[in-house]
């Protein structure tokens, strides 16, 4: 059996192998949000454009500058003023933040540290040469790459498109992933369940996972536990990137999602995870598709497409897939859990202190959403650990949806 990094490895260099280019489409920097770019974004002149002051003060000759010395302040520029004249010698003009410093000034003082009686103004330090000024194209030189291929646009990315004017943003086009559920115990979240049933959750937070990916999800419903209604749902999600179902993975008599993809000629990668929750968690491909069989019991579907998923959507969205959002904390109360498989607990991590501290919240196993509702990262308990002493170093997995 794997463990879940071989696991998410052979996710990682399935799908690496296999995709090739693909298809973009144009998007506003407004909408742009969470795309991928398909195309390098240039800079349209220099940045800064001018040399620009970082601060409120006056633009000075800095050797003119000792403590104690005055100068005349002769003018004054705001930002987005024109700047033409050049500083004269023994004189200072009062600057903005933002704006452009004259030619001949060389050092920005803050106005913190001066003193004004009429155009006198009075420094109480020394200027350093080149002090709270950015010159001109420090930041980017004109027709430089500042954006590339692969990046994904979150808000720093769009207001650096937005900054040198390209507002329209090449973009990988976003893989579609089929949610289908399978369970004859399930029933559609807008149907009141019998005294035996119940609401069909998963599709929901796995098109909220697909969401977050950036995937676009293409909801099938819920298969029943029957070998016909599996194969014709199954065969529909096939017809996109990626299908990922959810229940109907384990040991059961009706779990039968494997029989059916076998029937339909997938091949296998992995069937078994050495983790808890998500042991029998399956991957593979099956005609132009690549398939996820998840354990159906939520916390269960929730983690494993978080492992195993999620690289598997950023590949194919055009992006690197991106490590896990793994950090070490201090465990807040001792653990008790049986060694073998690497565990998954729903936790909380708090910053008090310098240190990171997680406590792993009570849960009722795999089937308990509201833990994880109430939970901001997993703790993760490798494989031959079990009794944990409070105190010591843990990994845990942040829930980067919420943080
Ligand atoms: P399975 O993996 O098919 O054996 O499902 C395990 C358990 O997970 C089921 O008994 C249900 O309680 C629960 N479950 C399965 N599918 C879903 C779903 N789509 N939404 C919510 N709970 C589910
Ligand atoms: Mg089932």
């Not at 002051?53 to 000759?61: E, F, I, L, P, Q």
């Not at 010698?89 to 452009?100: E, L, R, Y």
């Not at 904390?329 to 310098?354: C, D, I, M, T, Y």
């Amino acid at each position: 059996m794997l463990t879940y990094e071989q696991a998410r490895r052979t996710v990682i260099d399935q799908i690496a192998q296999a995709t090739g280019p693909r298809a973009t489409a144009n998007h506003s920097v407004w909408d742009a949000l969470g795309f991928v770019l398909a195309e390098e974004v240039k800079t349209d002149r220099e940045y800064p454009p001018f040399d620009r002051s970082t601060r409120d003060g006056y633009a000075v000759r800095a050797a003119e500058v000792a403590p104690g010395a005055t100068l005349r302040c002769v003018a004054e520029i705001k930002a987005g003023d024109t700047v033409t004249q050049s500083l004269a010698a023994s004189t200072c003009v009062q600057i903005m933040t933002g704006a452009a410093v004259p030619s001949g000034a060389d050092a920005v003082v803050m106005i913190e540290h001066t003193n004004r009686d009429g155009d006198a103004v009075r420094f109480e330090r020394a200027a350093q040469l080149g002090q709270n000024i950015v010159p001109r194209a420090s930041e980017a030189k004109r027709g430089e790459v500042i954006l590339s291929p692969g990046m994904r646009l979150g808000y720093a990315e769009l207001a650096l498109a937005a900054q040198v004017g390209a507002t329209q943003l090449r973009c990988a086009s976003k893989p579609r992933i089929a949610i289908l559920s399978t369970g004859d115990e399930l029933v559609s979240i807008d149907q009141e369940p019998g005294a035996f049933q119940i609401r069909n959750s998963n599709s929901v937070s796995l098109a909220a996972q697909v969401r977050l990916a950036g995937g676009e999800p293409v909801l099938l419903g819920n298969a029943a536990d029957r070998i016909d209604d599996l194969r014709e749902k199954i065969s529909r999600g096939l017809r996109e990137d990626v299908l990922v179902l959810s229940g109907g993975v384990s040991m059961g008599k009706y779990d039968l999602v494997e029989t059916v993809l076998k029937d339909l000629g997938a091949e296998f990668y992995f069937d078994a995870v050495a983790i808890r929750p998500g042991r029998p968690a399956v991957f593979g491909k099956c005609g132009s598709a690549f398939v996820f069989g998840l354990p159906g019991n939520p916390v269960s579907t929730m983690v494993t497409f978080e492992l195993f998923v999620v690289p598997a959507i950023e590949l194919l969205s055009g992006a690197a897939a991106r490590d896990l959002p793994l950090v070490e904390a201090r465990l807040g109360a001792a653990l008790n859990e049986k060694p073998g498989l690497a565990h998954f607990l729903p936790a909380q991590v708090r910053w008090r202190g310098s240190v990171p501290e997680v406590k792993a919240l009570p849960w009722q196993g795999s089937g308990d959403i509201a833990a994880l509702a109430h939970a901001n990262c997993y703790l993760v308990v490798a494989a031959d650990r079990g009794q944990v002493n409070a105190g010591e170093t843990m990994p845990i997995l942040l829930r980067k949806d919420i943080m």
